[in-house]
């Protein structure tokens, strides 16, 4: 039977309180619309906004990658959420400033893997659902404060526990631009001063429709993960996104799988992690299984790709369970699965916006914030009409630069993209982080902008 003795099933069941600055909101921050409005049409129920998504899809049968199509949908259709501001991957930021804490370098890889489990709980706690496309140089920003309280991973039996952080407030700031319409990509940074720990990388999917699902795989310039830790040694981790499975389409209710291997990899330490996600088992029965193993491997020659081509000798520990439950661990030379995370209690944590009137109009929640207001007022002609119009702006301008040979660059990331995934922060970039981390929130308009 599976211990949780020393594992890591104590988490708050709500987020903690923040300690934010009176001049920050959390979310929502802009003006809530009044309800049922003159003019509100009838809002289409979820059955028959996916009929009608499958009808759109259907035209796209063959084609390599729909995302790069940029196809525009109706209103109706659309979750009234930014893209940039759906996409991020600190749903419970304190497993992301813990994974530097442990004191070796196999729990440090424990951390990291918890912080992975926990980093989609939007997709094992809600539904599915289509963001707005984002528009070139648009961007996000936010922070989210919860209490250094994660429950401390143990790698030996003899040593009692005690909690790995500070149980103090800290802070987690967060930046992403759209940095490319085609294809489309944005860059992001998540950095934790306090803490010494920091994340970035590039978002981009590349998606095939099958005729009965919708497969999602990373772009070609979506290398995953880099989290890096300046007080060991500047200890850095890439972990690699798996392929999804978005279905459902056809019964009406929305649903992600996954079945594919991903890695998380660190040269420093020489430390790998194989995962392998299992969605179905006997019968077709979805099981949302994952597998495994941790392992020694030298940065310079390995080629391994599957679980059970890992040396015996080189293993470390392995890793089971059920990524919408609970996943363990088991450290060579023990018997007894560990609980690693137990999904169950936890639910994402809510960001802290800047205040509306320090948000510039290429600031997501403000650049669509009338599409919004109309969609939540079920004013669906107007906000099709609004989100139309902001898109044929946005065309207008690419013309615009072609007819004047001027060349578009992103505001906070210093490229549209790299090839080794890892976007770095322009001097702009700098400031409006360390912004963020001191509460001060006021940017200069950009006098040029993509959309």
Not at 71 to 91: C, G, I, K, M, R
Not at 127 to 155: M, Q
Request: glycine share 6%.
């Amino acid at each position: 039977m599976a211990s949780s003795s020393a594992g890591s099933s104590i988490y708050r069941r709500s987020p903690a309180p923040s300690s934010a600055p009176s001049t920050m909101s959390t979310e929502p921050t802009l003006s809530t619309p009044p309800i049922a409005p003159a003019g509100a049409e009838k809002a289409p129920d979820d059955q028959s906004k996916l009929r009608t998504f499958l009808s759109i899809l259907r035209k796209f049968i063959g084609v390599a990658d729909i995302a790069s199509v940029r196809f525009s949908l109706p209103a109706q259709l659309l979750e009234p959420t930014p893209n940039l501001e759906y996409w991020n991957y600190l749903d419970r930021p304190e497993t992301f400033i813990s994974i530097g804490d442990p004191e070796d370098e196999v729990t440090r890889m424990l951390a990291v893997l918890r912080f992975w489990f926990t980093k989609d709980l939007k997709y094992v706690k809600g539904k599915p659902c289509k963001p707005y496309n984002s528009a070139l140089g648009e961007f996000f920003r936010c922070n989210w404060e919860v209490v250094d309280d994660a429950p401390p991973i143990s790698t030996r039996t003899d040593r009692p526990l005690s909690s790995s952080g500070t149980n103090k407030p800290v802070r987690v700031s967060y930046l992403t631009e759209q940095t490319s319409h085609h294809p489309p990509v944005s860059a992001f940074w998540v950095d934790c001063p306090e803490k010494g720990i920091t994340a970035r990388g590039f978002d981009q999917l590349s998606a095939k429709f099958t005729g009965t699902s919708i497969r999602v795989t990373p772009g070609a310039h979506n290398l995953g993960i880099f989290i890096n830790i300046q007080r060991r040694n500047n200890e850095e981790y890439q972990l690699t996104h798996p392929a999804a499975h978005l279905g459902g389409l056809l019964r009406g209710s929305l649903s992600v799988t996954v079945s594919d291997i991903c890695f998380v990899t660190c040269p420093k330490s020489k430390l790998k992690v194989i995962l392998h996600y299992i969605e179905e088992g006997w019968l077709g029965k979805v099981q949302n299984k994952v597998v495994g193993v941790m392992y020694r491997y030298n940065p310079e020659t390995d080629r391994i790709t599957k679980i059970k081509d890992v040396p015996e000798k080189d293993v470390l520990g392995r890793i089971e369970g059920c990524w919408h439950d609970q996943v363990f661990y088991t450290l060579t030379g023990s018997k007894e699965p560990v609980i690693l995370v137990d999904l169950k209690p936890l639910f994402p944590v809510p960001k802290i916006i800047p205040p509306e009137v320090d948000q510039l109009p290429k600031e997501s929640r403000r650049f669509w914030h009338d599409v919004t207001a109309a969609i939540h007022n079920r004013q669906y002609g107007v906000a099709t009409k609004l989100k139309t119009e902001l898109e044929e702006r946005q065309r207008e301008k690419v013309v615009m630069r072609r007819d004047q040979n001027a060349e578009w660059k992103p505001r906070f990331f210093t490229g549209s993209v790299t090839p080794v995934g890892k976007p770095e922060l322009t001097e702009e970039g700098k400031l409006a982080l360390k912004g963020l981390h001191e509460g001060n929130y006021r940017l200069q308009e950009s006098l040029v902008t993509g959309a």
